[in-house]
């Protein structure tokens, strides 16, 4: 960002993605295809239904997130490329002393 002296400031426009959203959602695609994968092939019965998935649920919400991670990485690079720089005009606003001890005055009578 640069100021000039007419008071305006160049700012750049972009749309920027959620990462943590894309994260969580990826870590629950991982446990639903951890779900799938171990309800579809047979489970040993030794070890049973329940450690089986858990087992699986594990590399599925790693996995799942760090896919999630990358997309969003690769989304916001996208993105950034869109982004606009547009002028936007700075409005400074000058209150009086004595209006300013009015209007603090008013904020403690109003207690």
């Given amino acids: ?65 760090l896919l999630g991670a990358v997309i969003a990485v690769v989304l916001d690079k996208l993105l950034s490329r869109r982004a606009k720089t547009i002028t936007a005009s700075v409005d400074r606003l000058q209150i009086a002393d004595d209006e300013q001890a009015d209007d603090a005055g008013d904020v403690r009578n109003a207690d």
Wanted: positive net charge; without cysteine; hydrophobic residues 55%.
């Fill in 1 to 65: 960002m640069s100021n000039t002296d007419d008071g305006a400031t160049t700012v750049r426009i972009r749309r920027a993605p959620k990462f943590l959203v894309f994260i969580v959602l990826g870590a629950v695609i991982g446990v639903i295809v951890a779900l799938v994968t171990t309800a579809y092939f047979p489970v040993d019965p030794t070890v049973g239904f329940g450690a089986t998935f858990g087992y699986f649920a594990l590399y599925g919400i790693v996995i799942g997130a």
